[in-house]
């Protein structure tokens, strides 16, 4: 079959999408995939076929615009929020209207719709898995009737607030009801003959990376997926290759935070202060920019730039990161504990909160990563065997979940019986 992977142009997101994509091409499938001109390198470095698609998103200039007027006159909306208190209607309707659609969802997507539905009416994919947040793609599937499913780069949060909203309207008269995605994703659809379903805001089902105890807990078709550590081109370095003298710490604080806004939510000189004197050898991996920032760097810190987490984390006895769902991940599949200091980006801080929660890892604020409570809350990750055990149980939950190539004949049955008449009389080879 063919087999569509769409989304918008973030490295980040696209990244964990990479392995199934290598999975059913290895079992013979046809895969392509498809977002703004930007990524096409980091497609293609992936090994996988890169269609460019539309223009460039301006997601960065709104960023910028919200970072100049300052946190107190950008509008915001957290994802994260759950509290039935504060999903009001006001509130739901706000943040969908003021600010979910006009300032992320339209930005990412609106460049890309037209280009990806021509895309997909000429090559006629089977299926189309599409990051969560790349509703082009949802609706170049339906347009062309094939089959479609989300792979969340991280926790299923627009799932989750999706639900609230569809709850909240339904208790509203009639004449109060505004379903805001509704409308616009209908109007999009409508131009290629295509009408709104439920199924346009998340997927005909859903593959899902995250283990059972922190994944959402949402009522949806899930495919479970293990999670396969990969962040790009890899090349392990010589130091990493003789074996460690002391306990080793790796500290990893991610990329999107410096790429979207040009700094870490913590200070790292105090982080790395803290961990000073401790009888361990710090593994600090920083871009070339950030240390050169550094006017003070512990005896016991090794400063390197990028180093492939897959390959350093089993030698470490314990980790301080952002809370990014991969590298969260990637240490987990080392049974590695976790000090999780989150930026407040998307769902950073919620995941750090479910996996303290499974007896994995601490997390702290940002604003208090610094001195003797980073030395503490380390000194517990060593000393105290409960988070090495937690560790392991969400290691062996993983180990427990079907690989990609096991996923691949599950897809194959799905797309088969969710594909919409029009795809399956034009092309019936190959399913």
Known sequence: ??????????????????????????????????????????????????????????LSHVLTWTRRIGPDQ????????????????????????????PLWWKVVNESMIDDLVRFCQDWEPDLVIWEPLTYAAPIAAAACGAAHARLPFALDLTARMRAHYLRVMAALPDGERDDVLARWLGARASRYGAAFSEDLTRGQFTVDYLPRPLRLALDLHHVPMRYVAYNGRAVVPAWLRTPPERPRVCVSLGTSATDRLGTYAVSVPD??????????????????????????????????????????????????????????????LSGVPQLVVPHHMFDEPLLAARLAEAGAGLTLDPGEAAGERVRELVLRLLREPSFGEGARRLRREMESMPTPNQVVPLLEDLTGRLRGPAAQTTRTSGT
């Open 271 to 332: 982080l790395l202060d803290g961990l000073a004197g401790l009888d361990v050898e710090v593994v600090a991996t920083l871009p070339p920019d950030q240390r050169a920032r550094l006017d003070r760097v512990p005896d016991n810190v090794r400063l390197v730039g990028y180093t492939p987490l897959h390959a350093l984390l089993p030698t470490c006895v314990a980790m301080i990161n952002h809370g990014g769902a991969g590298t969260v991940c990637t240490a987990l």
């Open 74 to 101: 950008a509008p915001g909306f957290d994802l994260m929020e759950d509290r039935p208190e504060v999903l009001t209607w006001p509130h739901l309707q706000r943040g969908y209207r003021d600010v979910l659609l």
């Open 1 to 58: 079959m063919r087999v569509l992977i769409a989304t918008w142009a973030e490295k980040t997101h696209f990244i964990g999408m990479a392995p199934l994509g290598w999975a059913l091409r290895t079992a013979g499938h046809e895969v392509c995939v498809a977002s703004q001109p930007a990524l096409a390198d980091v497609i293609a470095d992936t090994g996988l076929t890169a269609v460019p698609v539309g223009s460039d998103h301006l």
